[in-house]
């Protein structure tokens, strides 16, 4: 990925796949398709963690530190005009011009995508839900989730997580969408969507209705590696206090967010003394989490790629994908989407960030008003059944009402989280 680093340490550096330079393994071993070491389904004896320079030399620790950037409170006047409270402040500004409002470039996006369907991607945490301490507690609202049934009605619509398939969906409990868990890694779509091309890689399975749907899991053989690195990573974090330990089936994630500080260092070598075992098992780093996942060519990129070939959008011109997410594995979406300029990529962020997005959204209450008062408004039905985009609406004459509105659910959204901060991708 290809963003900007500062001197002390990468403020979103995409950290690179466990190779060589980091665990001493040959990056000839972490291919997709080699064999892997043997692993056991016994949890091992706790060792002693590794010298605490090895996670300090490879960057994970300045990573850690850096990847989850203070919030900070957003003041707007009742004229709509933003008071600039701080030098961060004018920052953000600055960097909007990079990325401008999805909000306030909307007739952007009208006139690009009319007369043309839309398919809508999201993540979930910090897209749709409030970032929060507890991550069983990441709940979406049920304003949000009533928008999200409306404009699934409408355009396709797919939400993209780190978390396991099966948990996201408890969490947005929603039939009318597809989901896609484990950052892609499982996905599932209606059977009658499968095309000849993806045959091969898809099984036969039955939805919540127990219609029949087709699931692509690209990583299923490493199903029993990641519960057993899983099991490893509870056992050896297990005296840390606050560190929470995750398995989203195809990939494991460790909290430290509710960690001392000065335990950092540990839980960091912990980690990396249980990958050194497992070549096939790459580290990436979230907003104060450290996930483990396998080395595959794959992302939240070739899912969106996936998903649109599957549901018959792959190659159509009128077709425009929109993706809105928050952080650094929904760039990989971004950078299709912006590569091929086949759509638009939108970053929800309240920090200036380096990105492969088109136009940046400050918080989920932003997104739910992009979703509710422009794309659910901006449909035709055609004579086929299809909707298409087409704006019906007056843009300009909702911009004075959408600011007071962002501004009432601002200062609610702010005084539910405040403070909180949870995130898988
Ligand atoms: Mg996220």
Redesign the pocket.
Known sequence: MDLKSTKASPVLADPAPINKSRLGIHSSLLSYSQSGPSFSTSIPTRKKPGKLDDVRSNGWLDAMKSSSPPRKKILKDFNSAEVVSDEAEIAYLSWMIRYPSALNSFQTIVDRARNRKLVVFL?????LSPIVDDPDRAFMSDDMRSVLKSVAKHFPTAIISGRSRDKVFELVGLTELYYAGSHGMDIIFPAKNMLSKNQLNCLKSTDQKGKEVNLFQPASEFLPMIDEVFRNLVEITKDIQGAKVENHKFCASVHYRNVDENSWPVIAQYVHDILKDYPRLRLTHGRKVLEVRPVIDWDKGKAVEFLLESLGFSNRRDVLPIYI???RT?EDAFKVLRKKNRGYGILVSTVPKESNAFFSLRDTSEVRILIDRYLVSSYVSLKSGETRFENCLQVQDFLESLVIMAQEDGKRDERSSEACGY?T?
């Open positions: 993540d979930y945490d910090g897209t997410g928050d952080d929904d995130d991708d």
